[in-house]
């Protein structure tokens, strides 16, 4: 960073991250829009399971001091179900959290390739000999 200049949210800041947001989110139905959103509801799946989870060991508690055999075979069950749950949301929030950053980073790379070669900023090839490719 040059002497004397420092970072500021200001306007140009702003200006800026709004021309990013629109090549990362070009339209409502883009792929990244739509990867986004699904991201998104899972990552609230995700957070709601984990608090069922968190609640698993009272229940067991609750049915072990009634002794109710019943009831443990459906705390069993319904735990089962959670942890299993919850593990395939976390892999399913990895995954598109991925997909999702190969998408944004081709569509940056696209955008600054396209502004870097449309106004003949880059070395053009002097061939002097045809025979020579390289």
């Excluded at 900023?121 to 002097?128: A, F, I, P, R, S």
Aim: charged share 15%.
């Amino acid at each position: 960073m040059a002497a004397g200049r420092s970072t500021k949210l200001d306007r140009v800041f702003l200006r800026r991250f709004k021309k990013c947001l629109g090549i990362m989110f070009p339209t409502w139905l883009a792929t990244s829009t739509l990867l986004f959103v699904l991201l998104l509801g899972l990552s609230f799946l995700q957070q709601a399971l984990y608090y069922n989870s968190g609640l698993i060991p009272s229940r067991y508690v609750e049915v072990m001091v009634d002794k109710d055999r019943s009831g443990f075979q459906q705390v069993l069950v319904t735990s089962v179900i959670v942890i299993i749950s919850t593990s395939l949301v976390k892999s399913l929030v990895s995954f598109v959290s991925g997909v999702l950053y190969v998408n944004w980073r081709g569509s940056l790379t696209r955008f600054i390739q396209k502004f870097y070669f449309a106004q003949d900023n880059y070395y053009e090839l002097n061939v002097l000999q045809r025979d020579i490719d390289n």
